[in-house]
């Protein structure tokens, strides 16, 4: 199929798209973000995709690909451990069908449950999604059941593309967008739409450093396996772009940038701080893009497309914490403390003169390290402010103790 042929139909079925995602989906929220716009000196709006059913954009696309086989088959079957997983499961009850999602062992158990609750039946299978993937194959072949893939498909990425529909009517004027790349659907979608109605708006993808395949691929001129490493945007893990969404991202989009891991972190701290939204990896990359300071968007209008926001509560925590840390509001200090009565309390009441919150402390009198007569403590406090905490720190330096952050 030549690109033209490709594109045109991205386009017309996006349009089809809307009308079924706007009966079944949410038509999300977009707002104009005071506090991102002066972190990154343009003026930035969010799509908060976050907020959509199932809690990503995926749904979009799923909605749109079982509509287009209602009737059809007799059942959809995928692979996913993530939230195209809740996309096929919820489309496929909303239209009265069987689905089969097939997930690596390894999968949590809330993303299995979410995923059963949603109505699909969970098989799994392997150790790792490619495993899954074969599976879900062989049960497409036995039941007859058609596989619905993750971001390769026409439908997908114009179920994904309803979103550039939403932006237009939501936003008359704006100069770039920035999409988080998976596979590619998404983006693929995106720039659809917005390349044949406004071509002027910049189309940028943004990937995590440690998946960087559209990237890669972009450089060597066709889609090409890159081994992801550990990511918090586990959302955009995937070895290689797909056949169709390479041609789409290289026909289309403007430029793909990579965001490290303390930028995504951050991006996660900053949305839940300061917008209260609570969104996931995957999700954050725009945002970590622009708050990286990577990009040249002064005095620009852009909307960061916050596109999911299933994150796992325990990484949750992390970022929380370190974000505390990072902004001086959480400090852990390890002091040495002589080992005779009162000396503890003594370290703890220069904490609390200026209003140090404790969260935890151990107290070890076994560590070879410390001097002898001495307990190693280490104390987890919050403060209020980075001010507060260097206070503390050099009163305890003052007592004696030898504060190690
Ligand atoms: C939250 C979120 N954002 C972005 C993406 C990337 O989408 P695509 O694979 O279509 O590029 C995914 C993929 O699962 C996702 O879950």
Known sequence: MSFEVLWSSIVDGSREALRVVREYAHTTPLGYSVTLSRMSGCRVYLKYENLQKTGSFKVRGALYKVYTLKGRVPGVVTASAGNHAQGVAYAASTFNMRSIV?????????????????????????????????????????????????????????????????????????????????????????????????????????????????????????????????????GLVAKKPGDI????????????????????????????????????????VGVAALISGKLRVEGKRVVALLSGGNIDLTILNKIILRGLSKAGKLARVTCHIPDYPGQLKRALEVIARHRGNILDITHDRSDPQTPPWHAKVTIVFETPNVNTTKKIIEELEREGFKPQT
Do not use: C
């Open 245 to 284: 969404t390479f041609q789409v991202t290289s026909n289309l989009v403007d430029d793909i940038v990579t965001v490290e891991e303390e930028d995504i972190a951050e991006a996660i701290y900053v949305l839940l701080e300061r917008k209260k939204t609570l969104v996931e990896g995957a999700g954050a």
């Open 102 to 234: 097939v997930m690596p062992e390894t999968a949590s158990i809330s993303k299995v449950e979410a995923t059963q609750g949603y109505g699909a039946e969970v098989v799994l299978y392997g150790r790792v999604y490619d495993d899954a993937y074969v599976k879900a194959l062989e049960i497409a072949r036995e039941r007859g059941y058609e596989f619905i893939h993750a971001f390769d498909d026409p439908h997908v990425i114009a179920g994904q593309a309803t979103i550039a529909w939403e932006l237009l009517e939501q936003l008359e004027d704006f100069d770039l967008i920035l999409v988080p790349v998976g596979g590619g659907g998404l983006i693929s979608g995106v720039a659809s739409v917005l390349k044949r109605v406004k071509p002027g708006v910049r189309v940028v993808g943004v990937e995590p450093e440690a998946a960087p395949k559209m990237r890669e691929s972009l450089k060597a001129g066709r889609p090409v396996v890159v081994e992801p490493k550990p990511t918090v945007a586990d």
